[in-house]
C-alpha cells in the first residue's frame, strides 16, 4: 500500500509563491500518473495539474502560467510550484497517485491559504 506525505503548504500574500511537494512510500510512481487536486471552501473539487508517466503535463485553465508540476521519480516526489498566487487559490490542495492499471490514491490534503 502506497502512501503520500505532503508538505509546503502554509500562509502566503497575493503574488507570492509556495512549492508543494508530495512523497509516494513506495519507489514505484515512474509507472503512475501523478496529479494535484485542490477544494476551496464550500467548493467542488477541481483539477489543479497532471504529470503522466511520461512527463507530459496538463493544467487547470485558472492557473496556466502560473503553477508547474513537475517528477522526480528517483525522489519519489512530485512538485507543484506556484507563482504569482491569487487569492482564489485558496483551499486544501490534495496530491494523488494513479498506478497503470489501478485504482487511484490520495494524499491527506494540505491547507494554502493566500490573502490580500
Known amino acids: 500500500q502506497v502512501q503520500l506525505v505532503e508538505s509546503g503548504g502554509g500562509l502566503v500574500q497575493a503574488g507570492g509563491s509556495l512549492r508543494l511537494s508530495c512523497t509516494a512510500s513506495e519507489n514505484s510512481i515512474g509507472f503512475a500518473h501523478m496529479g494535484w487536486d485542490r477544494q476551496a471552501p464550500g467548493k467542488e473539487r477541481e483539477m489543479v495539474a497532471i504529470i503522466s508517466t511520461g512527463g507530459s503535463t496538463n493544467y487547470a485553465d485558472s492557473v496556466k502560467g502560473r503553477f508547474t508540476i513537475s517528477r522526480d521519480n528517483a525522489k519519489n516526489t512530485v512538485l507543484l510550484q506556484m507563482n504569482s498566487l491569487k487569492p482564489e487559490d485558496t483551499g486544501v490542495y490534495y496530491c494523488?497517485?494513479?498506478?497503470?492499471?489501478?485504482?487511484?490514491?490520495w494524499g491527506q490534503g494540505t491547507q494554502v491559504t493566500v490573502s490580500s
Open positions: 494523488y497517485y494513479t498506478p497503470l492499471g489501478h485504482s487511484r490514491t
